[in-house]
């Protein structure tokens, strides 16, 4: 009942494996995702490197035209960091699907607990991540199928979550302020 962020930093803290992977209860991992994510991991061991796996949202032969819609920036923004030279930003990472190794986890401070509503708490890590030098990957074979369960008003709570939370993070990182939606007209 504390939220996402302080659940996984507990597993991380009794996990005894060098590369931690965080799944969400609503991702339905692909066959493919943990030797996806130990490969990249091996491949990448002489940098400091966390990996995205891809959260593949359903479709519904009854999802409305709206619902869709809804998911459309999701799927926008998958594509734009499958593309190769993309650069990445904080606001690329999210913990659906997610592994790095457990040092760097530890040193760069695990994630934030104290944000409203425990949201974008993997945001927040990223912009640590990122100031820290880490490489990010991206794959969609170290993805799952992303069974999200929140229905139009689930959505609309969720978004004034993240608004309340972006303000959070621009309070902790005022060089971001540009970059949040919230700053956006």
Known sequence: GRGA??????????????????LDDDIEPLPTLLATHLDLHARHADEPTAVIGAPIPIRGSRDSYQHIAVWHWWEEQLARMARP??????????TGVFSL????????????????ESCRDDWEFGIRLLARGTRLLYTREGGGWHHEMRNH?????????????????????????????LAQP
């Not at 030279?85 to 999210?94: A, E, I, L, P, T």
């Not at 190794?101 to 409203?116: E, I, N, R, S, V």
């Not at 609309?156 to 970059?179: F, M, N, T």
């Open 5 to 22: 962020a302080a659940a996984r930093n507990l597993g991380a803290e009794h996990a005894r494996g060098a590369v931690l992977v965080f």
């Open 85 to 94: 030279g993309h650069r990445f930003s904080y606001q690329d990472v999210f």
């Open 101 to 116: 190794p457990k040092g760097l986890f530890m040193a760069t401070g695990t994630f934030a607990c104290d944000l409203p």
């Open 153 to 181: 008003a689930g959505l609309h709570a969720r978004k004034l979550a993240e608004g309340r939370a972006d303000v959070a993070i621009a309070r902790r990182h005022p060089e971001l302020w540009p970059s949040l939606r």
